[in-house]
């Protein structure tokens, strides 16, 4: 077992672990390079993770790509209802073809949701990439799209529990919507785009071209910028 491991074999994160100069600690943007002790922890050592095709004890699974770099996720779920009957995860698999900072995050995540005897459904639908960066002690800026990627398999294998149990009103279908209409450009490719590091107007219409074909988009990019920036990077 590893010395950073506790008797259930889950990560225990070091109280005193802070990001060094460089890293992005949860609510700052700083540009770096750098990896924090606990996403080299989680890094080296990933908790959690299947190391076989499939778990037929874990019936409830997401899968999802990450259009920022083509990566992919798999999460396994088991859900079980506690005494009280609420439904809790009390166990999380996962493996990706993503890199570091996605096996860190990822790793992190599945701590996260089933420490304690397991985070309720619905509370664990409330988690924030930013939850897991925090954890982490920050990412580097262009790596946050990469703690996207666990957080939204999640979310598919939480939809896919609601699916077989029958509790088909709980579905949520994240759907682009149209925001300039001219290039075809929706609310998902501007949430891309400022994963990847676009932090500006300008920067977000060099990647996107976003409101040079249609300019009476622009309030409502402006719009989905602060929202985007906000909730990735606080
Ligand atoms: S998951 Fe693709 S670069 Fe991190």
Not at 58 to 85: F, N, Q, R, T
């Amino acid at each position: 077992m590893n010395t950073n491991d506790n008797q259930a074999g889950q990560a225990v994160v070091p109280a005193n672990t802070t990001a060094k100069e460089g890293d992005v600690a949860a609510g700052t943007k700083k540009e770096g390079w750098f990896y924090t002790d606990v996403v080299k922890e989680h890094f080296f050592s990933p908790k959690n993770f299947l190391d076989q095709e499939s778990s037929a004890d874990h019936p409830y699974k997401g899968m999802v790509g990450s259009p920022a770099c083509g990566d992919a996720m798999k999460v396994w779920l088991k859900i079980e209802k506690d005494a009280d009957g609420i439904d809790r995860i009390t166990d999380f698999k996962w493996k990706t073809f993503g890199c570091a900072s996605a096996i860190a995050s990822t790793s992190m995540l599945s701590v996260m949701v089933t420490e304690n005897g397991g985070l309720a459904v619905d509370d664990a639908l409330k988690l924030r990439p930013q939850d897991i960066m925090m954890r982490l002690g920050g990412l580097p800026a262009r790596k946050v799209h990469c703690s996207v990627l666990g957080d939204k398999a999640l979310r598919a294998a939480i939809n896919d529990y609601f699916r077989k149990s029958g509790q088909v009103e709980k579905i949520i279908i994240e759907q682009g919507r149209m925001i300039d209409k001219v290039l075809k450009i929706t609310d998902h490719d501007i949430e891309e785009a400022v994963l990847e590091g676009a932090d500006t107007l300008e920067k977000l219409q060099q990647k996107t071209k976003v409101g040079t074909g249609d300019p009476s988009c622009i309030p409502e990019v402006e719009q989905l910028l602060r929202f985007y920036k906000d909730k990735y990077f606080g």
